[in-house]
């Protein structure tokens, strides 16, 4: 199973991602994760790469394109695997087309409304990590973690205006990727507004059918 998850931020496409890895015994790939990966092991793509995250600045697709094309040549790809954050844009797609075929790009679909309810509501201990939310998993204690007791904050990529922005921002640039893999005829769309068992549920019924 080769496969591409797209949905907009808040959408829980790391989270699906996760639990679609051990469904099929298949990586999951983020491109974060590679990106990191190949920055500390010093490859060559990796050392380009540090000096445009050094200055801050975004990694050009060729970059980013390269060491997505590495990942996938590694041993544990030759069943499978769940790409997660790329691509991002059409041309990104275009780039993977020519670098494998897949087999369903899933789009995990969420009303804007709802993901600013959810980045909104998240609230994370600065300490240890933990991540809970105002209403659906809200700790003992309000405002209090539950595992080490430090006061809980709201960080500021998901503050309303902040969030916004990034839902625009994916609108602009990501959300044309569904165009382009309908008319490849490999686009899955499913409903994301539920629990994380639900969700789970409707995508691994919708690749079953397929």
């Known amino acids: 199973m080769r496969m591409v998850l ?4 808040g959408a829980g ?15 999951h790939i983020s491109t974060g994760d590679i990106l990191r990966d190949a920055v500390r092991k010093g490859t060559d793509l990796g050392k380009k790469a540090r000096e445009y995250m050094d200055a801050g600045a975004l990694v050009p697709d060729e970059i980013v394109i390269g060491i997505v094309r590495e990942r996938l040549k590694e ?20 780039e993977l087309d020519r670098i494998t075929a897949l087999d369903a790009v899933v789009n995990i679909d969420v009303p804007f409304e709802k993901l600013v309810e959810r980045l909104t509501g998240r609230r994370s201990c600065p300490k240890c990590g933990a991540v809970y939310h105002i209403k659906t998993n809200p700790p003992k204690k309000e405002g209090i973690c539950d595992i080490c007791g430090t006061p809980l904050v709201q960080r500021d990529d ?39 068992e639900e969700v789970f549920e409707r995508i691994i019924n919708a690749l079953s059918t397929r």
């Open 158 to 196: 998901d503050r309303e205006e902040t969030v916004k922005n990034r839902l625009e921002t994916y609108l602009k640039q990501t959300a044309p990727l569904i165009g382009h893999y309908k008319e490849k005829g490999i686009l899955i769309n499913v409903d994301g507004d539920g629990t994380i």
């Open 75 to 94: 041993e544990d790809c030759a069943m499978g695997f769940i790409l997660d954050g790329f691509p991002r844009t059409v041309h990104q797609a275009v």
């Open 13 to 27: 496409k790391g989270t699906q991602a996760k639990k679609l890895a051990e469904h099929y015994g298949i990586p």
């Open 6 to 9: 797209l949905g907009p931020p």
